[in-house]
């Protein structure tokens, strides 16, 4: 099973930018998948995720500011983000696992590289 996350980048505070994860070698459909980040000197930490019905789980500081979703057809999730924060600055990765949500990191079995995302203030 392999993840490429992509979409990292550069940003000014209260900008946009959209994560993308490409899933390859499993069942696309069944997996639920997650974005985690980690922050320097921080651990990591869970930010979202969407199960294989659609329901999703949101980190509480990135409520009503970040949406995960996914497209079966190209086994993607994306992560977009908007209002970005300065706080939100972390090496973002993609996670997959079987069965249902969790925001357990240890609980994924499968994970992506990471992309950086700076934000500016």
């Known amino acids: 099973v392999q993840l490429q996350a992509s979409g990292g980048g550069l940003v000014q505070a209260g900008g946009s930018l959209r994560l993308s994860c490409t899933v390859s070698?499993?069942?696309?459909?069944?997996?639920?998948l997650g974005w985690f980040r980690q922050a320097p000197g921080k651990e990591r930490e869970f930010v979202a995720a969407?199960?294989?019905?659609?329901?999703?789980y949101y980190l509480d500081s990135v409520k009503g500011r970040f949406t995960i979703s996914r497209d079966n057809a190209k086994t993607t999730v994306y992560l977009q983000m908007n209002s970005l924060k300065p706080e939100d600055t972390a090496v973002y990765y993609c996670?997959?696992?079987?069965?249902?949500?969790?925001?357990?990191?240890?609980?994924?079995?499968?994970w992506g590289q990471g992309t950086q995302v700076t934000v500016s203030s």
């Open positions: 070698g499993r069942t696309f459909s069944s997996t639920t």
């Open positions: 969407i199960g294989s019905t659609g329901g999703t």
């Open positions: 996670a997959a696992k079987s069965g249902g949500i969790v925001s357990r990191a240890r609980n994924y079995d499968y």
